[in-house]
């Protein structure tokens, strides 16, 4: 692998970006948009909006970081860019990682505008770090789009690929512990949301809103979110084929 | 010398169903190729085979004494899909400086390549607002920017206006005498006489394989539509 075409390959995407204004303006207020609006839903119910906020401030760009990762690679399969590339001297590697870095970095730049609004304007107040909030949220983001790119390859048409939306990412939102806490889940479906990364995309915020300290959990949790990661992007990798039928 | 292309009893199925079948030829280095027959015919399957994105059910393909798809051979290769298989929200010159990083091209071969196409006063222009045949030569200047060896290029004149057409012919018998192979597809039977060597397609296999002239006077036609015809009534002619 190497620097040079994993990073023209994250400048060709970032530029690709750049050429459609919406969907930048889009990335970055959705979902802080969402938090405002859940800012004031909750308005003054004391304490709710620290309860949930953390959470969905994991969540929303989690969703929206999965969507358009799907989307963009979905593309680059159908219009023939990918299996062109694929006969070029591009390792496999070097394109998810060109993505990954790409969605990454516009996960840093959503995640921090999204924070620094819950924390300056919506009043979000956690009793953790609020900068390690912040890198939590980043780092949903990025399973977001690792998540995406993986699951992409799955999806032969755009139909399919929207669709991976409720089916992979709505059951875990339910299973993730925001509806009731993971331990008074039923045995089985708290099994399943062991395996689940939003169950720790989520964890790790709520560890933030609730303790003062860096505690262990929060740590595995991270440590969790950060080895889905890895596997997500591999297993895009490894599903990237350069003959086929 | 290796020859640039050794295909040896290829044969091809695609959803149950044999796309190429027995196909074999050898083709020496610095030959233009027209790989000449109707839609349908297996072409591009032959010509996916060839670059080695397509899964092959039996016989050889070599380029340049390796197998297809080796990694070594991705330097040297340059392949364009029918389909414009470039990014439309990207400028010309920003998609060609892409393929051209990845390819591992000089800055100086990306003008070149948009010149060589014809679209110098298009560079700052982005894909998606070019006309088809536009957007194809984008494709086209994409696989030129990497100087292969070997081209293989499907349908690349396909909704071209005749003098641009001509100028992208009088552009592959230029990089053919320099030394490159093409390998060029066309249903246009017309398209048979800008090349040095034609292979005549028909259901999966090659009908004929030799130059145009040679082709003409065995048929004793004076076009190609004609010839194609005749060579189907009698295989033997």
Redo the contacts between chains.
Sequence with gaps: MTL??TG??T??VL??LR??PRTVAMLLAVPAVLMGLLAWILHGRDGEFNRFGPPLLGIFPLIVMFLVTSVATLRERT???L????????AKAEFVMGYALAFGFAAVIQAVVVSGLSFGLFGLHVSGSAWLLVLVAVLDAVLGAALGLSLSALASTEFQAVQFMPAFILPQLLLCGIVIPRSQLPTVLHWLSDILPMSYAVGATQQLGVSTTVTSEFLVDIGVVAVFVAAALLLGTATLR???? | MEPAIRIEHLQVN??GRTVVRDVSFTIPSGTLVGLIGPSGCGKTTLMRSL?????VAGGLVELFGQPS?S?NL??H?G?V?Q????????SVT?NLR??A????APRSAVDRAIDDVGLGRYADT?VGRLSGGEQARVSLA?ALV?SPQLLVLDEPTVGLDPLLRRDLWALFAGLAQAGSTLIVSSHVMDEAERCQRILLMRDGGILADGSPEALLARTGSTDFDQAFIALIEDPSA
């Excluded at chain 1, 299996?83 to 591009?90: G, Q, V, W």
């Excluded at chain 2, 670059?51 to 899964?55: K, M």
């Excluded at chain 2, 389909?83 to 990207?90: N, R, W």
Aim: aromatic fraction near 8%; proline fraction near 7%; avoid cysteine.
């Design positions: 040079r075409r023209a390959t400048g060709r530029r690709q050429h459609d219009n023939g860019t299996e062109r590339l694929l006969t070029m001297p591009l350069r003959r086929t039928r | 695609r959803g670059v080695g994105t397509q899964i798809g990694p991705r330097h290769v392949y899909t389909a414009p298989s470039v990014y439309p929200d990207l920003e892409y393929f990083t990845v390819l591992g982005v994409t990497g």
